[in-house]
């Protein structure tokens, strides 16, 4: 059984900066890719961004591009998610999850089988 604990949400003003961090129980954290996911009240959970499960590739959702940077600590079994120039609409509970299949990557929610228990992030403006 995996565990995924996120923390590092907050409330911040509009152009500051935060870091969620996501900590990774259980011996397999390096074959797997990550990722993070969001929702905001009354909408769908989104993709945020993915990592692959060395770090060589990383995924993007446009509205973030530029702003966010994911990575991981294969030895601290901890993925990271680097959130800068905030704005009011990046507001949501933001959750980590673990890829469904060794070695693989993907950016739809359902490809992903373990998740955290959410975060949240607000952003004033």
């Known amino acids: 059984q995996v565990q995924l ?27 797997y890719a990550m990722a993070w996911f969001r929702q905001a009240p009354g909408k769908e959970r989104e993709f945020v961004s993915a990592i692959s499960w060395s770090a ?6 446009d509205s973030v591009k530029g702003r966010f940077t994911i990575s991981r600590d294969n030895a601290k079994n901890t993925v990271y998610l680097q959130m800068n120039n905030l704005k009011p609409d990046d507001t949501a509970v933001y959750y980590c999850a ?14 992903y089988d373990y998740w955290g228990q959410g ?4 952003v004033s403006s």
């Open 5 to 31: 604990v996120e923390s590092g949400g907050g409330l911040v003003q509009a152009g500051g900066s935060l870091r969620l961090s996501c900590a990774a129980s259980g011996r397999t954290f390096s074959s």
């Open 56 to 61: 060589e590739f990383t995924y993007y959702a």
């Open 119 to 122: 975060t949240q992030v607000t």
């Open 98 to 111: 673990r890829y469904s299949r060794a070695l693989r990557v993907g950016v739809r929610s359902s490809e």
